[in-house]
């Protein structure tokens, strides 16, 4: 085994060997996702009260018996709503009326929305990620001449149609967009196509195919015009925005949650599955009203559900209540829960899911700041069932200072928590049970400066890290962190230091996860007037230290980002990677909005080369994991198929002249590490240490082993040496 002096030997050596050592050799880490394809396949359609509703990218819309309603999504700079209701009035065969049944209610059917509007006759709505695909379906048609279909329009926006030749009709509020419905197709079942007419006539849209096409025509025939959103170029698309992330083990899917302004005071909740392995899935509504704020989502493993919170409010001021929506594994939605009591003002909730194993991940705490009242803290179980039931227990109180803000709760420290919240000038953390119950006094420490920090918290239930942005003067925070440890009756602070400092720059609002083997924090940089920056950093899993270098996931974005972190481990999983998101909205025209998404690791590959083969019987050495500093796993494996093998040795050096006897060399050693062979098989452990000065340092190793009877070196007559291989630390 690998002693201690073993360890600061050869971490002394590898620091002083890794003056001249570039980090350019160190393969990136942060992997981005195509999140722009994964935005242009957001498209959804459900059953709800009253009809079928659904969205796409820019959009939302619904559909009941009076026909469909269109909300282009226009954001916050839109005073309200601009809808615009179609509904179909009637069909014409050049004289002849054909018998259609208005009132039909819509049938859902996958992604699309049918009205069997006769026997023959089908209007159908196929809602996807750019538009509304609306088609008529004919498989007979009596009579002979023009087709004609007339439908009544209602809404903001009906009266601002305005035609655009045959080829499209735009309703358009001035300076912020509206609706484009485009050219009119006609197929027959032959594959032939006409193009159609469109026109507003006394205010009703009236599409048609000619005579001319529809008399050859081979039935079935479809006539198919496409309903989307225009958005105007001056006003953008940047109202994706408060974005959250979470991971659950058993699907192997992140679940992104943001919050769309279709106008000032009208919201949607949306979510979309994201797949480790296959990408873009399942994009659903979960909730919609006049004010959706700040949506907080968590994994409940054990019974492959996702809980979200949120707040609603009626207006952008005054109260708000802090409701749940449980996400069921087919992705329905269990039934609305208010968490904050009747009657009272609660907003800025978290929630902490579980990350462990047993009775206790059918439960989770959910914490919130009831205003002027302070931070509360309450325990909910779901249900084993198929459909997600949430049953709300302990209600406790964190803290009854009117002045506390901006509470967070960890995500992966299973059945023990920790609540982090602000203060004027402090930050606090506090310990709780997952059952809802308070654990001792909250450690409160200074900040600097007067304003109020916003913290992030996580954790395995031992060890924590807490990040937050501390003032040192008006306009200039940093982020910084403490790690806390559990002492059995609270926690305790055991390192303080900076994760980030920028003089005369503000950097806010930090998110963090823990990874296992290290933790992640990821804040938003105030780089200049609307230009921010996103950042992200991996830090020790003790000792508040930093464990890679700093990397820039993205920057002049024209508004300020909140970035969210899923760890696979805070979703059950056994494994270091993540997902870090945030909405970004570029300063330059278009002035597009996105959703963007990053794959982290915590170690790269090892960079490792041959320098020198090996001589005698066969031997190999394998490096086992990555060399990447802060990987505390990370081991040689010595195996030889040699029966007569008894000790085996790794030689560590720096890249000095090896040591040569007869027709052998062997790295000439700083450190030997040295152990039996049992089996023909040694592992000697080499933890890398998380110290980034070592970023670039080499190291030489190769094994050996005695006891065979070879004769190639005089001075030892049982010598064989496996190649030698050269390993570079990196991140």
Avoid at 527 to 537: I, L, R, T
Avoid at 695 to 722: F, W
Wanted: proline fraction near 6%; charged fraction near 15%.
């Amino acid at each position: 085994m690998l002693s201690a002096v073993h360890l600061r030997a050869v971490a002394a050596a590898l620091a002083v060997s890794s003056g001249a050592a570039t980090l350019a050799q160190a393969p990136a880490r942060a992997a981005r996702l195509d999140t722009r394809a994964m935005l242009d396949a957001v498209a959804a359609l459900a059953r709800d009260a009253g009809g079928l509703a659904g969205f796409g990218r820019d959009y939302a819309v619904r559909f009941d018996a009076d026909g469909i309603t269109y909300t282009p999504a226009l954001g916050r700079r839109a005073p309200a709503p601009q809808r615009l209701a179609i509904r179909l009035g009637s069909l014409h065969r050049g004289d002849l009326a054909l018998p259609i049944a208005t009132g039909a209610e819509p049938r859902l059917d996958g992604r699309l929305a049918r009205y069997q509007r006769s026997p023959s006759i089908t209007e159908c709505y196929e809602v996807r990620a750019d538009g509304v695909e609306q088609t008529f379906v004919f498989t007979e048609l009596p009579g002979r001449g023009d087709l004609v279909v007339r439908c009544q329009l209602a809404g903001e926006l009906a009266g601002r149609g305005a035609a655009d030749g045959d080829r499209a009709l735009h309703f358009v509020a001035p300076g912020l967009g509206g609706v484009t419905i485009g050219a009119v197709t006609g197929i027959d079942a032959r594959g032939a196509t006409c193009s159609g007419g469109l026109r507003l006539v006394d205010g009703a849209l009236e599409l048609s195919l000619p005579a001319a096409f529809v008399d050859r025509a081979a039935l079935p025939l479809v006539l198919d015009p496409l309903i989307g959103t225009r958005i105007s170029v001056t006003a953008g698309s940047d109202d994706d925005r408060e974005l959250d992330v979470a991971y659950d083990r058993t699907s192997d899917d992140f679940l992104v949650v943001w919050t769309r302004a279709l106008a000032a005071g009208t919201t949607e909740l949306r979510a979309l599955e994201y797949g480790r392995s296959t990408g873009p899935g399942a994009a659903f509504l979960v909730a919609s009203g006049n004010v959706i704020r700040r949506p907080r989502v968590a994994s409940q493993n054990a019974v492959d559900r996702f809980v979200v919170v949120y707040e609603s409010a009626p207006t952008l001021v005054g109260p708000a209540t802090v409701l749940a929506q449980v996400v069921n594994a087919d992705r329905t939605l269990g039934p609305n829960v208010a968490i904050s009591p009747a009657g009272s003002y609660c907003v800025e909730p978290d929630v902490s899911g579980n990350a462990g194993s047993g009775f206790a991940d059918v439960g989770g705490l959910i914490v919130y700041r009831e205003q002027g009242a302070g931070i509360r803290l309450q325990q909910y179980t779901l249900n084993a069932g198929s459909t997600g039931t949430m049953v709300l227990g302990t209600r406790a109180t964190v803290s009854t200072d009117p002045a506390a803000q901006h509470p967070r709760i960890t995500r992966s420290a299973g059945n023990r928590a920790v609540v982090a919240f602000g203060l004027p000038g402090s930050v606090v953390a506090q310990a709780t049970t997952i059952f809802g119950s308070v654990i001792g006094a909250g450690l409160s420490a200074p900040t600097g400066g007067s304003a109020t920090p916003s913290p992030a918290v996580d954790g395995d239930g031992t060890q924590f890290l807490l990040a937050f942005d501390a003032e040192l003067a008006p306009g200039d925070r940093d982020i910084r962190c403490m790690q806390l440890s559990w002492t059995g009756a609270g926690v305790m602070l055991a390192g303080y230091d900076a994760v980030s400092q920028r003089v005369g720059i503000d950097e806010l609002q930090p998110a963090v996860a823990f990874l296992g083997p290290k933790y992640l924090v990821a804040w938003t940089v105030a780089a200049g007037f609307m230009s921010y920056e996103v950042h992200a950093k991996a830090m020790a899993p003790s000792g508040c230290n930093e464990c890679g270098t700093e990397l820039t996931l993205a920057g002049s974005l024209a508004s300020e980002v909140l970035p969210a972190i899923a760890s696979r481990r805070s979703g059950g999983a056994v494994a270091d990677d993540a997902l870090i998101a945030f909405a970004s909205h570029s300063g330059q025209p278009p002035f597009e909005g996105n959703i963007d998404a990053w794959l982290f690791t915590p170690f790269s590959a090892t960079l490792q080369t041959t320098t020198a083969t090996g001589c005698g019987n066969p031997l190999s050495l394998q490096a086992v994991g990555q060399f990447s500093i802060g990987n505390a796993a990370f081991s040689l494996r010595l195996s030889t198929t040699d029966p007569n093998a008894t000790l085996g040795f790794v030689s560590l050096g720096l890249g000095g002249p090896p040591l040569v006897c007869g027709s052998c060399s062997l790295v000439a050693p700083v450190d030997l590490l040295s152990g039996p062979l049992p089996g023909g098989v040694a592992t000697f452990p080499l933890p890398v240490p998380c110290l980034t000065a070592l970023l670039g340092a080499r190291l030489d190793v190769q094994g050996g082993m005695v006891g065979s009877a070879t004769n190639l070196c005089p001075l030892l007559r049982t010598l064989s040496t496996s190649s030698a291989i050269r390993l570079t630390v990196v991140e």
